[in-house]
């Protein structure tokens, strides 16, 4: 096996680079947020599966390109970004925090205060790159209902490993989880 996945998503092909982890298994890394051309083609039909949203939220960084996408395919006037640090700007804030895959330890996100106005009373979907364990995701749908919103939809590009056997979510392929092997890197059954 190469050192990379091929990946095939809305009729584009993407080679992805293995990423080991600390425990023998390894994940193809998925990089869209420069990626103008499936980020065009993903929204699009992402677009088409937010359930009626009002405002469409996601959190940074790699989701943003995606966000915009499908808020601007919805004509939405803007669209929410949940940060990773507290901003200079911001003033007032929510609070959760997530175990990422792709982040080491516990990681706190913030949601401004002026955007949590923007959610409450709204229907909101939830738009990520990859959805893997999910940790981002329930701190998202955590920050919306402490906010007032109701996540009407939860979009994603990849659904990574047991995260695609989720009914609760939409996306557009199966993204494997690897085993590191003497011969290279094989998919976990």
């Known amino acids: 096996m190469d050192n990379y996945y091929e990946l095939k998503v809305c009729g584009l092909k ?9 425990d023998g298994t390894a994940y193809a890394s998925f990089v869209v947020i ?3 051309e499936l980020i ?16 469409v939220l996601t959190i940074e960084a790699k989701g943003i390109a995606l966000a915009y996408e499908i808020s601007r395919r919805l004509s939405m006037q803007e669209f929410v970004v949940v940060r990773k640090s507290v901003k200079p700007y911001i ?3 929510l609070k959760d925090s ?11 996100i913030f949601l401004d205060g002026t955007d949590a106005d923007k959610l409450r009373g709204k229907r909101v979907a939830i738009v990520d790159d990859v959805i ?3 940790e981002s995701l329930a ?7 402490a906010a007032g919103g109701e996540v009407c939809a939860k979009l994603a590009i990849l659904a990574e490993g047991k995260a695609a056997e989720r009914s609760d979510i939409t996306y557009l392929e199966k993204l494997p989880l690897f085993q590191k092997g ?8």
Do not use: C, W
Not at 14 to 22: C, H, I, S, Y
Not at 98 to 108: L, M, P
Not at 139 to 145: F, G, N, T
């Open 14 to 22: 993407r080679k992805l680079p293995f990423v080991d982890m600390a």
């Open 91 to 93: 003033k007032e804030y």
């Open 40 to 55: 065009e083609k993903a929204g699009g039909v992402l677009a088409g599966k937010a359930n009626g949203a009002d405002i």
């Open 34 to 36: 420069s990626d103008t």
């Open 132 to 134: 893997s364990k999910g």
């Open 182 to 189: 003497g011969g290279g890197y094989e998919i976990l059954a």
């Open 98 to 108: 997530v175990h990422s895959i792709t982040t080491d330890g516990e990681q706190q």
């Open 139 to 145: 701190a998202a749908e955590r920050l919306v209902a």
